[in-house]
């Protein structure tokens, strides 16, 4: 089946770790982003990758990385010097770039919960 | 800066009248209006959206509509089920290429 997939599901991490988050896409769409997810605050956007080896800062980018290397995969590491990391990160890729050439829909993976201990 | 505002935060409805949830963006350049459903544990999926040339459209039980004067756009469910129970997001697409969620309706539909 074609999708989406992040793992691990659940993340338990202790503070002062780095934490690296995966997500794997099937759909040879051309852009992934990364969004958090706290409650009464919507979907923030972490980082985005609009092609394989290029990749720009979100609305709340500071504490975050990434990497594109290859089309399918694009984690995102959540490391020490993000405040408050506890909350529920969502990946999502798109066909091509949003914008008046896109299409826009965004296809989400189930999302993982990161708890900081 | 950008924003997209979204009420109510929660909603509950009985099994088979309307709900209505709205949305209001500060960007007059923005020009794509997607709404997405998120079920318990699971990520937010596309239902229905509308681009800035049209005022209304219609998918079976959901519906959207778009006041570009006034900046604001609606999502109107008839005839809820216990099935729409989810959270419900807004967005808007700026022409810087990104795309803004209003903070999320919680909609509960009662038996």
């Known amino acids: 089946d074609g999708g989406i997939t992040q793992s691990p599901k659940y993340l338990f991490r202790k503070e002062g770790q780095n934490v690296t988050l995966s997500c794997e896409q099937n759909?040879?769409?051309?852009?992934m982003y990364w969004y958090r997810q706290d409650p009464g605050q919507g979907l923030r956007l972490i980082y985005y990758?609009?092609?394989?080896?290029?990749?720009q800062k979100g609305d709340i980018a500071e504490g975050y990385s990434v990497s594109r290397e290859k089309k399918e995969s694009f984690p995102l590491t959540v490391t020490s010097a993000q405040k408050n990391p506890t909350a529920f990160y969502l990946c999502?890729?798109?066909?091509?770039?949003?914008?008046?050439?896109?299409?826009?829909?965004?296809?989400f993976g189930e999302g993982s919960r990161l708890t900081v201990l | 800066g950008e924003n997209v505002e979204q009420h109510p935060s929660t909603l509950s409805v009985q099994e088979g009248d309307s709900a209505v949830i709205k949305c209001t963006y500060s960007?007059?350049?923005?020009?794509?209006f997607p709404w997405y459903k998120q079920e318990l544990g699971k990520g937010p999926q596309l239902i229905i959206d509308?681009?800035?040339?049209?005022g209304e459209k219609k998918d079976q039980r959901i519906a959207v509509t778009l006041n570009k004067t006034a900046k604001h756009f609606s999502l109107h469910i008839t005839e809820t089920q216990p099935e729409d129970s989810a959270v419900y997001f807004c967005?808007?697409?700026?022409?810087?290429?990104?795309?803004?969620f209003g903070t999320g309706t919680r909609l509960q539909v009662f038996p």
């Open positions: 999502a890729s798109s066909i091509r770039a949003s914008g008046n050439s896109g299409t826009g829909e965004l296809f």
């Open positions: 960007d007059s350049a923005s020009n794509y």
């Open positions: 990758s609009q092609i394989v080896n290029d990749f």
């Open positions: 967005a808007a697409y700026l022409n810087t290429d990104k795309l803004i």
């Open positions: 509308i681009r800035s040339n049209v």
């Open positions: 759909l040879n769409h051309d852009a």
